[in-house]
């Protein structure tokens, strides 16, 4: 397969660049719209701004939808403080020590986007001794330190800063030579870069899917329902979603994750069969993901009620909704896996 991964990588890391907490995600859905456009794909947004695009296939007795997610985990202003600071709110399931000294961009309602820092309350170890190492990092004990001239309630809320602000932080983003990418909000940007290399492969390979196909880029997934219009004849949905690497989930960074379990639910048998048998019959790498906590666009459809075969398969990554970190190889590996299964 001539997949190109010089485009999935490029456009993967312009997409990290773009700020997208959940609720936050117009910017982000008008850059995958624009690819849309690029690849003459049918598409349309749903009214809470998802988009769904449809691509016609070899039959359409069976109809399948893949989706990926644009939105990820970030913040929102939650207080602004006597001393001019910051209390947050978080949106999305993540540790607050995993983003203690972060850059973050405070996103106003007029458009400014002001710089500051995520700090714990007590920070300084030569002010507060053994307290800045001992304090539980919670949501009450952190505080964005703002890069303007502010120390008071006051003097925030003239900059244009109030309750309900979104706040996005800084991605980092690396690609190494090693092959290895690292970088926050992997989850979910890689798997909507993959999703659009897969079309991207059809449309240079003359190809169309075995199936009529759905491709859903939603914008809710990290706050458990981003998935919530299906077309009427879909019969099977597979979440694109990162995999978990770690020493209770055996993923391995350079291998597709097919998922058996998470906490919510088991898996559809046949489904993770087939994706599994077809891995096996074009050597594609793949692990098999059995997870403690994790959830997926398809969980969260599947505890809706909705009537269909599901699945989720997925780049393998480490330390995920921390600073996260795959290989060039896992990514190559589902977008073949995407191809051959579909």
């Not at 003459?40 to 769904?52: A, D, H, L, Q």
Request: net charge negative; glycine share 8%.
């Amino acid at each position: 397969m001539d997949i190109n991964m010089n485009y999935t990588i490029e456009l993967c890391k312009e997409l990290l660049e773009i700020p997208s907490p959940a609720g936050y995600t117009d910017e982000v859905m008008a850059r995958v719209e624009k690819e849309l456009k690029e690849f003459g794909v049918e598409y349309n947004y749903t009214r809470k701004g998802s988009i769904v695009a449809f691509l016609k296939g070899e039959n359409s007795d069976y109809t399948k939808m893949v989706s990926a997610h644009v939105d990820t985990l970030g913040a929102i202003v939650k207080k602004v403080k006597s001393n001019g600071r910051l209390e947050l709110m978080g949106i999305g399931g993540f540790a607050w020590g995993s983003v203690e000294g972060e850059n973050v961009i405070i996103h106003t309602l007029n458009g400014e986007k002001i710089e500051g820092t995520l700090l714990p309350v007590k920070s300084s170890v030569h002010i507060y001794g053994d307290i800045p190492r001992e304090m539980a990092r919670t949501a009450e004990n952190m505080e964005v330190r703002i890069d303007e001239d502010v120390s008071t309630e006051i003097e925030t809320k003239k900059l244009g800063i109030c309750q309900g602000d979104f706040v996005s932080f800084y991605t980092k983003t690396k690609v190494l030579e090693s092959g290895y990418i690292k970088s926050r909000y992997l989850d979910d940007k890689v798997c909507v870069a993959q999703l659009l290399a897969y079309v991207k492969y059809l449309k240079e390979n003359n190809e169309k899917p075995k199936n009529d196909l759905y491709l859903y880029f939603s914008n809710f997934e990290e706050v458990g329902h981003g998935v919530s219009v299906v077309p009427e004849k879909v019969d099977e949905f597979i979440a694109l979603d990162i995999g978990l690497v770690g020493e209770d989930a055996h993923g391995d960074e350079k291998k597709v994750s097919i998922a058996a379990r998470d906490n919510k639910t088991v898996y559809d048998l046949k489904v993770r069969k087939d994706l599994q048998e077809t891995a096996f019959k074009n050597g594609i790498n793949y692990t098999v993901g059995v997870y403690n906590r994790y959830g997926s666009d398809a969980t969260a459809l599947i505890l809706q009620g909705q009537d269909l075969k599901y699945a989720c398969i997925g780049p393998n990554v480490d330390a995920t909704h921390h600073y996260e970190r795959t290989h060039m190889d896992g990514i190559l590996e589902t977008i073949k896996l995407l191809v051959a299964y579909l």
